[in-house]
């Protein structure tokens, strides 16, 4: 076995423990802030298994758009409504996690039994390397272009959404129960602290 | 001030000095396999653009405090060392022997991360700086893009150590630099975006040969002027600068995200905030001021002088004016740089975010457009 070969094995256990111990920290730890800063851990991880395949132009986008954006917000999100009080006692929470501890398992059972009987090719296609810039341009405006301009399209519907929600002075009933909803804009305006008052 | 960039023993032009095969070639005249010849080979280029960047940071924060104190009409530091040119050291040094303090009840684990996460993508992206023609630690296809993807990690750096603080001008900090990051990235991106749609290509050595075909004339910033000041602007905005340094803003927020930081960590932002402003400079040299290139083709020059490219001493001389300039550029952009941050008045976190979303990206849209448009026309002039 080569230094090359060598290398490369150890970086992919190595970020597949991340990833695998990772997510199940992200789904277990109770601190919220933690499973989001670890989110970003396996995202960052998942970039580096882009990487180890070659695809360097994929591995860059997933550190962008998942970490630079998906998981910036996430925080952002988190921080900007930390509410220091007690969650209220779920009724049956024993249960519930039982039930979605079983369901997982046996998705994890589903997923193992596909890995497993598949024929995968060993080695898999070449990989193009620096060429898959183009060819991902080329998919995503000719075989590609619905399903990518749909997706803006639904970016685009989620930001009026959320437009739509922060400004209650534009809807002010609930759009869901159809009641008065008396929340004011956070932010008022304010009058210029510098003017002086008595001259007008 | 440049003397003390060594001249980088990386790869020089294929047909001529080699320095990586006669490194390997001799290493492996003493026994070793090939394969570990260029494992030893590869932490030597690395090793040598980091010692270049905090190089660059120590000459930055002596350039910072001579400039602002010219801007003030004082003299400066003055007494360590000739003109003060040890003052860094002495500041470096001070930080280094500094009691590292964890604030009580603060989440030490994220703490300590958070500083390290800041410095680190913005360490990382110096991999795509190129120095000359083969002067760089790895020409990524991705290049460009890579940096744009490594910058965007650093709020999650800031986020944390504004969380971990437990102070709430800390978490304020930390949330505004977030804020700001995210908006000023997209203009950002788009004027790089310009660029790359000219040059077809997101590798910084494309970028730059694409410049450089005749000298002066063909540099990016006669195509782009629109896109170079607003990538400057945002690249400001990135590194957190004056005009736009609200994450520390230290009338309101008495030093941001990093109130409660002393010692080393304070020092692993202070490095960082100083690595990204001269990794910002040398990048707008790359993308608009023909990165190595001399206003005037060296090319030309050998060509008049009757010396062949691939002689030893035209390609010694090639580098080293190649590294020369490019620093010389990146210096000047520093410069003005600091000009600016004691010149003028810091933005509103309003008038920021207003300039951000409502000025510069539909502008940016626009030149995007254009260009797009322009190599549709004139592709002989933007890279058809």
């Known amino acids: ?200 | 001030m440049l003397s003390i960039y060594p001249i980088a023993p990386f790869v020089l032009l294929t047909p001529g000095i080699d320095l990586e095969f006669s490194f390997t070639e001799a290493l492996i005249g003493f026994g070793l396999s090939p394969q570990l010849a260029h494992l030893l080979w590869l932490p030597l280029p690395m090793l040598l653009v980091l010692i270049g960047a905090v190089v660059g940071v120590l000459v930055t924060v002596w350039l910072e405090r001579k400039v602002s104190a010219a801007a003030q009409q004082r003299i400066g530091p003055e007494y360590a060392g000739a003109l003060g040119i040890l003052q860094p050291m002495a500041d470096g040094l001070k930080l280094l022997v500094k009691e590292d303090v964890i604030p009580h009840r603060a989440d030490s684990l994220l703490f300590t991360l958070g500083p390290v996460l800041v410095l680190v993508p913005v360490v990382l992206s110096w991999l795509i700086v190129p120095f000359g023609q083969d002067l760089l630690i790895s020409n990524v296809g991705v290049g460009i893009f890579l940096w744009i993807a490594l910058s965007s990690i650093q709020p999650i750096g800031l986020l944390m150590s504004g969380y971990a603080s437990n102070n709430k001008y800390s978490l304020l900090g930390g949330l505004r630099a977030a804020a700001q990051s995210i908006s000023y990235e997209i203009p950002l991106a788009l004027c790089v975006l310009a660029v790359v749609m000219m040059t077809n290509s997101l590798s910084t050595v494309d970028i730059v040969e694409q410049q450089n075909s005749s000298g002066l004339l063909t540099w990016n910033i006669w195509r782009q002027p629109v896109g170079f000041v607003i990538f400057w602007i945002c690249a400001l905005a990135e590194c957190e600068r004056l005009p736009f340094d609200l994450p520390e803003a230290e009338e309101e927020l008495v030093a941001g995200y990093q109130t409660e930081y002393a010692g080393m960590k304070f020092a692993l932002f202070y490095l960082g905030s100083y690595i990204n402003l001269v990794l910002s400079a040398l990048l707008v040299s790359v993308l608009y001021l023909g990165g190595w290139g001399f206003p005037i083709p060296v090319e030309w020059l050998a060509g008049l002088l009757r010396q062949p490219l691939e002689s030893p001493f035209v390609q010694v001389f090639t580098a080293s004016l190649g590294i020369v300039m490019t620093i010389l550029k990146a210096y000047l952009l520093v410069f003005l740089a600091i000009l600016l941050r004691w010149t003028t008045p810091r933005v509103r976190i309003d008038q920021l975010l207003d300039l951000g979303w409502k000025f510069l990206l539909p502008i940016s849209l626009v030149n995007l457009l254009i260009t797009a448009a322009l190599k549709l026309v004139f592709p002989i002039a933007f890279g058809g």
Not at chain 1, 82 to 105: D, H, M, T, Y
Not at chain 1, 121 to 135: D, K, Q
């Open chain 1, 1 to 200: 076995m080569t230094i090359a070969n060598s290398t490369e094995l150890i970086c992919f256990f190595v970020l597949a423990s991340v990833v695998v111990v990772g997510s199940l920290g992200v789904v277990l730890l109770e601190n919220i802030v933690y499973s989001a800063f670890l989110l970003g851990g396996v995202f960052m991880a998942v970039a580096g298994l882009y990487l180890l395949l070659n695809a360097s132009f994929v591995a860059a986008a997933q550190v962008l758009v998942y970490v630079g954006a998906v998981n910036v917000l996430i925080l952002f999100a988190i921080m900007l409504v930390n509410k220091r009080e007690a969650l209220k006692p779920i009724e049956g929470l024993q249960v519930r996690r039982l039930i979605s501890g079983f369901v997982c398992a046996g998705l994890l059972a589903l997923l193992m039994r596909v890995a497993l009987i598949t024929p995968w090719e060993v080695p898999g296609p070449t990989s193009i390397g620096e060429e898959a810039t183009i060819r991902i341009g080329e998919h995503l405006f000719t075989d590609y272009l619905l399903p990518f301009e749909l997706a803006s399209v639904l970016l685009l519907m989620a930001m009026i959404g959320a437009i739509v929600l922060a400004r209650r002075d534009v809807i002010s009933s609930d759009v869901g129960t159809g009641r008065e909803v008396t929340q004011e804009l956070i932010e008022k305006t304010q009058e210029p602290l510098l003017v002086d008052k008595s001259s007008t």
